[in-house]
């Protein structure tokens, strides 16, 4: 259970970018937590590029700006410069990993435990998952392949699968989202909702995106954590 309760929603937002400023204004309204993973050696980084037929900025905190941003939520790693790490030597896979671990532990005064896999596509594998196990600091690390399901995964913490990738449709994500509202389950479930802020800017869905956190919001029976919170329970 979760804190006493049987339901937790959890959010992941990959990149790092300005855009979480206002997804962390949204989450702040309503009381909910989220886990942002970012890429140490790009912090203070200004690059733009193409996505949903729109020119997205890429702009990212500076490492002193980092702490106050993401203060009351989860910081974790999404390796050193977001590389795919299936393609590379296992002592590049220990490097980009633990050293972003350890410079985010350093940067937000606590130890930095969880990983999203960066890229699209077979961005980790066995071996991937074996190193970590092996070398590193990392105990959770989600994929991106949705389960489309509110069980919880309480094995295989290094390749957790999430609920929904907030891409996937707003008629769908509105479905689950009254779907998880009024479920009234007898054995833990968890919504575990993950994207990039940038996303909303195409489209300008932020709206969207504040009605989805408002109907999951104020739930007496939901435990609003971040990743750690509920996966770890701590």
Same mark, same amino acid.
């Given at each position: 259970?979760?804190?006493?309760k049987m339901k937790a929603l959890t959010f992941s937002y990959d990149d790092g970018v300005f855009q979480d ?42 490492? #002193? ?81 949705? #389960?489309? #399901? ?27 989202a009254h779907e998880f509202v009024e479920l009234k389950p007898d054995t833990p479930k968890l919504f575990y ?11 300008? #869905? ?29």
């Amino acid at each position: 259970m979760f804190h006493g309760k049987m339901k937790a929603l959890t959010f992941s937002y990959d990149d790092g970018v300005f855009q979480d400023r206002r997804l962390l204004k949204i989450f702040n309204k309503y009381g909910l937590k989220g886990t942002f993973n970012l890429n140490s050696d790009m912090l203070g980084s200004a690059t733009a590029f193409f996505f949903g037929g729109m020119t997205i900025p890429r702009v990212v905190p500076r490492a #002193s700006e980092i702490a106050e941003i993401y203060k009351g939520h989860e910081v974790a790693a999404h390796t050193l410069t977001h590389a795919m790490l299936p393609k590379l030597a296992d002592e590049d896979v220990i490097r980009e990993v633990e050293n972003d671990r350890r410079a985010l532990s350093e940067i937000v005064g606590y130890d930095v435990v969880g990983l999203a896999y960066p890229n699209g596509g077979q961005n980790y594998d066995q071996r991937v998952i074996d190193l970590l196990k092996e070398h590193t600091g990392i105990r959770y690390a989600r994929t991106l392949v949705s #389960s489309n #399901s509110f069980d919880l995964q309480t094995e295989n913490l290094l390749e957790y699968r999430p609920t929904v990738y907030h891409n996937c449709g707003w008629d769908n994500l509105f479905r689950l989202a009254h779907e998880f509202v009024e479920l009234k389950p007898d054995t833990p479930k968890l919504f575990y909702i993950w994207g990039h802020s940038y996303e909303f800017d195409r489209g300008d #869905s932020w709206e969207k995106m504040e009605e989805l956190c408002s109907i999951l919001a104020e739930k007496d029976d939901i435990f609003y954590g971040t990743n750690r919170e509920v996966l770890l329970g701590e």
